[in-house]
């Protein structure tokens, strides 16, 4: 099944409506993604859970658990908005009078060890004056890959996805994508190591002269479709491996590193926390076990070092 197969709808009609054609693509990409993860996983089935944001907006909340595959996930959407508020001019450096943005995130965790986890985040957001005109407006997204055990073919394929999602619009994007997020997904605080092996990411992202509002549009809608076809055949090649306790341990071991990234560096973390954010929602991407163990260190050697080590020094991986 390929993200030609799930995407049912024809490439969007822009209008002067600009925020409601990217809400019905965030929309219609949950579902396709859910569709997806379902039925390779086989068993589990996603669970929705809809809210309202008191301030402004809400979102849809899907969480998906105790699966053949999967042992924990989400793939959530929100339409958020509100005021622009002193904290947010203080700590998000936001101006104006008020702000708008929707998206999509989720957060795969296998339960085996040799199935990677996953993220995909992609959203805009718009910044209004006090008539209600948009004076800003950005886009951000990106995927990337958090394996346990470093299996180059599947590496080779995640990357390979998205650089030719890439090199089909602008041949130099992918390089510049690719150290966005192997400079952006580090635990500074352990020696600069990476929370797995990368992928694309973007932020910030602004129309201009020479990549419009349609471009974006576009791009983003590439990316996030791409992730059927990035991740899927990897469960596919990958979930019916046998694995052991000690296998698990270590998976539990870099579990403990993806959380500590999440609570301590993630953007879209503090975003959700300063702007009075569904808790439940925002949390939603921590796995449900984890290992802090007094410091840990693999068999020099071993495959589970070789992992370590692929973190701490980014590699090329696509051809």
Same mark, same amino acid.
């Given at each position: 099944?390929?993200? %030609?197969?799930?995407h049912?709808?024809?490439?969007p009609?822009?209008?002067?409506?600009?925020?409601? !054609?990217?809400?019905?693509?965030i929309?219609?990409?949950?579902?396709?993604?859910?569709?997806?993860?379902? =039925?390779?996983?086989? @068993?589990?089935?996603?669970?929705?859970?809809?809210?309202?944001?008191?301030?402004?907006?809400?979102?849809? !909340?899907?969480?998906?658990?105790?699966?053949?595959? #999967?042992?924990?996930?989400?793939?959530? &959407?929100?339409?958020?908005?509100?005021?622009?508020? +002193?904290?947010?001019?203080?700590?998000?450096?936001?101006?104006? +009078?008020?702000?708008?943005?929707?998206?999509?995130?989720?957060?795969?965790?296998? @339960?085996?060890? *040799?199935?990677?986890?996953?993220?995909?985040?992609? $959203?805009?957001?718009? @910044?209004?004056?006090?008539?209600?005109?948009?004076?800003?407006?950005?886009?951000?997204?990106?995927?990337?890959?958090?394996?346990?055990?470093?299996n180059?073919?599947?590496?080779?394929?995640?990357?390979? !996805?998205?650089?030719?999602?890439?090199?089909?619009?602008?041949?130099? @994007?992918?390089?510049?994508?690719?150290?966005?997020?192997?400079?952006?997904?580090?635990?500074?605080?352990?020696?600069?190591?990476?929370?797995? #092996?990368?992928? /694309?990411?973007?932020?910030?992202?602004?129309?201009?002269? !020479?990549?419009?509002?349609?471009?974006?549009f %576009? *791009? =983003?809608?590439?990316?996030?479709y791409?992730? /059927? +076809?990035?991740?899927?055949? /990897?469960?596919? $090649?990958?979930?019916?491996?046998?694995?052991?306790?000690?296998?698990?341990?270590?998976?539990?071991?870099?579990?403990?590193?993806? &959380?500590?990234?999440?609570?301590?560096?993630?953007?879209?973390?503090?975003?959700?926390?300063?702007?009075?954010?569904? #808790?439940?929602?925002?949390?939603?991407?921590?796995?449900?076990?984890?290992?802090?163990?007094?410091?840990?260190?693999?068999?020099?050697?071993?495959?589970?070092?070789?992992?370590?080590?692929?973190?701490?020094?980014?590699?090329?991986?696509?051809?």
């Amino acid at each position: 099944m390929t993200a %030609a197969d799930l995407h049912r709808s024809e490439a969007p009609v822009f209008t002067e409506d600009f925020t409601g !054609t990217w809400i019905a693509f965030i929309h219609q990409l949950q579902d396709d993604i859910c569709a997806a993860l379902q =039925a390779s996983d086989g @068993l589990a089935k996603f669970e929705e859970d809809v809210w309202e944001r008191p301030e402004g907006g809400g979102g849809r !909340t899907r969480v998906i658990s105790n699966g053949n595959v #999967i042992e924990k996930g989400g793939v959530n &959407t929100s339409i958020v908005f509100g005021k622009v508020t +002193d904290l947010m001019r203080s700590q998000l450096k936001i101006n104006g +009078d008020s702000w708008f943005a929707c998206g999509l995130s989720l957060v795969i965790h296998p @339960l085996s060890p *040799f199935v990677p986890t996953v993220h995909c985040n992609y $959203r805009m957001f718009e @910044l209004y004056d006090e008539a209600g005109k948009v004076i800003d407006r950005w886009f951000g997204g990106g995927t990337d890959l958090t394996p346990y055990y470093l299996n180059l073919e599947d590496a080779t394929h995640f990357h390979q !996805t998205y650089k030719n999602v890439c090199d089909a619009v602008d041949p130099s @994007l992918y390089v510049e994508l690719k150290k966005n997020c192997d400079d952006y997904f580090v635990n500074t605080h352990r020696n600069n190591e990476r929370r797995g #092996i990368g992928g /694309i990411f973007y932020d910030y992202k602004r129309p201009d002269a !020479t990549k419009s509002i349609d471009w974006w549009f %576009a *791009f =983003a809608k590439a990316c996030g479709y791409a992730f /059927i +076809d990035s991740y899927i055949p /990897i469960i596919e $090649r990958r979930k019916g491996l046998e694995f052991t306790a000690e296998n698990k341990h270590w998976q539990e071991i870099r579990r403990g590193r993806y &959380t500590e990234f999440n609570l301590v560096h993630d953007r879209g973390t503090i975003f959700g926390l300063k702007t009075n954010g569904r #808790i439940e929602s925002i949390l939603m991407s921590l796995p449900p076990t984890v290992r802090f163990e007094y410091n840990y260190q693999p068999v020099p050697g071993s495959e589970e070092d070789t992992l370590l080590q692929a973190c701490l020094h980014p590699r090329e991986y696509a051809n």
